[in-house]
């Protein structure tokens, strides 16, 4: 092999290749840079086997072939080479002289055919992507990965393709990175997960130009990045990524507006005080007007005032029934201090005299009626309206519980439960659980309270039936199925009872919710 080309196009392809190198391998052949002149085009490749890089350089083939060189001593060579043109001369035993001006190196390369190529991938449907916006993109999210392998999917980025979208996500266990990027055209949805290092050497290599695009290209188990004369493909990590959306909330109650350069220049004061390594942590107290930043180290403390907008939201609270709790009280003295303290704002307490879901079934109410566009004034007065005609239909399968809350004697927990005696419970107008009948067997006494939810729904358009239960899905499902062919309602949500009323009841209670005319 021989070749000519100048020290400046030789040392950028070297640089750009070195980031695939492994720093440790077992592997000889892999501490090598290949030089592959053996078509009409002069290419470097590394390889480490999970990150792999090639780009072509320009320059005259005199003979052809093939040679992998250390990649330590060639890029240390080439680097402090004479700038001018440099001939690379091989021959059969690989041994290979380095000449430029009057400086020539003579090393012993290897064979290039024990070298591992780059892996061939189909590129299909290239994501266009500027170069300016992908070194973006990495800026803002890579510092977000985990530095160690305890989770190998918090070391690499969620790419989240969805139609003419593309969400990158980093995060390590205490901060989330979220970046959306409108793409030019759609594409189909795909998610991977692309390791940290990739994304680290393709921020170093890549230019960076406004008008200069990366092509991405996607399968199963790589990811491709072409740009200018150079390509890079990188394994993915397997697995399922977190659950982002699960992990964050939308429904923020306070938003605080601040000039992006004061705090940065605010924190980046506080820092003076913290010594590399030392985990101390910057304290926010955000009032109406203003932010404090305060830091307390060894060195010593530092406090600061920035002036902020802070916008909240007015609060309709549907507390749990006065009648099983004081809940309801707590709220409205809880309601009392925030008055004072936003008067600008509206806090509304409302004592829903409701239970389990049936508590559920009215926040359903009111969440549809908010989507609908009403006000809080609105929803409020609806909630008071109709309160009192959420229906709570209860059967419960052990006496003990309802005689340990005094609800019954010992006496008649004994003997009902001998006799298979099934209670009837209801919510009154008072919010309170009462008995007020009972049946002979568990089917009767499932019957029963469907039967109570078709007489007092007479006359009601229920959109949706709530059942709930403690650990007895398939009673729960037997009167889903009779409240679906007595009501003719099919959207029926089936849940576990809470701790709070399943304390009381125990296991066996089935409850059955709806809209009706009286309790």
Same mark, same amino acid.
């Given at each position: ?5 100048? #020290? ?51 320059? =005259?083939?005199?003979?052809? /072939? ?29 041994? +290979? ?6 400086? *020539?190196?003579?090393?012993?390369? &290897? ?11 189909? &590129? ?10 992908? *070194?973006? %993109? ?5 510092? !977000? ?21 593309? &969400?990158?996500? $980093? ?34 290599? %890549? ?22 004369? +150079?390509? %890079? ?27 992006? #350069? ?8 506080? +820092? ?49 029934? !006065? ?16 008055? =004072? ?7 509304? %307490? ?5 239970? $389990? ?7 359903? &109410? ?8 009403? $006000? ?60 007020? /009948?009972?049946?002979? /067997?568990? #089917? ?12 007092? !729904? ?5 959109? @949706?039936?709530? @059942? +709930? ?18 009501? /003719? ?13 399943? !304390? ?13 005319? *009286?309790?």
């Amino acid at each position: 092999m021989k070749l000519i080309c100048s #020290k400046s196009n030789l040392l950028r392809g070297v640089n750009i290749v070195s980031k695939a190198v492994p720093t440790r391998t077992t592997m000889a052949i892999l501490e090598c840079i290949l030089i592959d002149a053996s078509t009409n085009e002069i290419k470097l490749m590394a390889n480490d086997m999970e990150l792999g890089i090639e780009t072509r350089v320009e320059g =005259e083939i005199a003979e052809r /072939g093939v040679i992998a060189l250390d990649a330590k001593i060639f890029s240390e060579i080439v680097r402090k080479l004479p700038d001018s043109d440099v001939m690379i001369e091989t021959d059969a035993s690989f041994k +290979t002289v380095i000449s430029c001006e009057k400086a *020539k190196f003579n090393i012993v390369g &290897k064979s290039g055919d024990d070298f591992s190529y780059l892996p061939y991938i189909e &590129k299909n449907d290239a994501i266009v992507i500027s170069q300016f916006t992908l *070194k973006e %993109v990495i800026r803002q999210t890579i510092f !977000s990965i985990a530095d160690n392998d305890n989770n190998k999917l918090m070391t690499g980025e969620l790419f989240e393709i969805i139609e003419n979208e593309l &969400k990158v996500v $980093s995060l390590d266990g205490h901060r989330i990175s979220i970046r959306n990027i409108e793409l030019k055209n759609n594409y189909e949805n795909k998610k991977v997960v692309v390791p940290g290092k990739t994304l680290q050497e393709i921020s170093k290599i %890549v230019p960076g130009g406004v008008d200069d695009d990366v092509l991405i290209y996607l399968t199963d188990n790589h990811i491709v990045f072409e740009f200018d004369t +150079t390509t %890079v493909v990188s394994r993915l990590i397997e697995g399922e990524y977190f659950r982002i959306d699960q992990m964050l909330s939308s429904a923020y109650e306070t938003k605080v507006i601040v000039n992006k #350069k004061e705090l940065l220049d605010c924190i980046d004061r506080a +820092t003076l005080l913290v010594k590399e390594g030392d985990k101390k942590p910057i304290i926010m107290n955000i009032t109406d007007g203003s932010m404090e930043l305060k830091i307390n180290s060894f060195i010593g403390s530092m406090n600061e005032d920035i002036d902020i907008e802070k916008e909240g939201k007015d609060i309709l609270h549907l507390s749990f029934s !006065s009648g099983l709790s004081g809940t309801y009280n707590s709220m409205c003295i809880a309601a009392e201090e925030l008055q =004072e303290k936003y008067p600008e704002r509206k806090i509304v %307490v409302i004592d829903t005299l409701c239970a $389990s879901l049936g508590e559920g079934l009215i926040d359903y &109410k009111a969440l549809e009626l908010q989507k609908e566009g009403k $006000s809080l004034e609105e929803v409020a007065a609806w909630v008071e309206e109709n309160k009192l005609h959420i229906m709570h239909n209860v059967t419960i399968d052990d006496l003990f519980h309802l005689h340990r809350g005094g609800r019954v004697s010992k006496a008649s927990a004994i003997v009902g439960t001998m006799i298979q005696i099934k209670p009837i419970i209801h919510m009154d107008d008072h919010g309170e659980l009462k008995v007020i /009948g009972k049946e002979r /067997g568990r #089917k009767k006494a499932l019957t029963h309270i469907v039967d109570m939810a078709v007489k007092q !729904s007479e006359g009601w358009d229920n959109d @949706i039936v709530m @059942i +709930t239960h403690g650990d007895c899905k398939e009673d729960a499902e037997f009167v889903a199925r009779q409240v679906e062919k007595k009501m /003719g309602v099919h959207n029926i949500l089936i849940n576990c009872i809470g701790t709070v009323i399943g !304390s009381h009841t125990g296991p066996g209670v089935v409850a059955v919710f709806c809209m009706g005319n *009286k309790r």
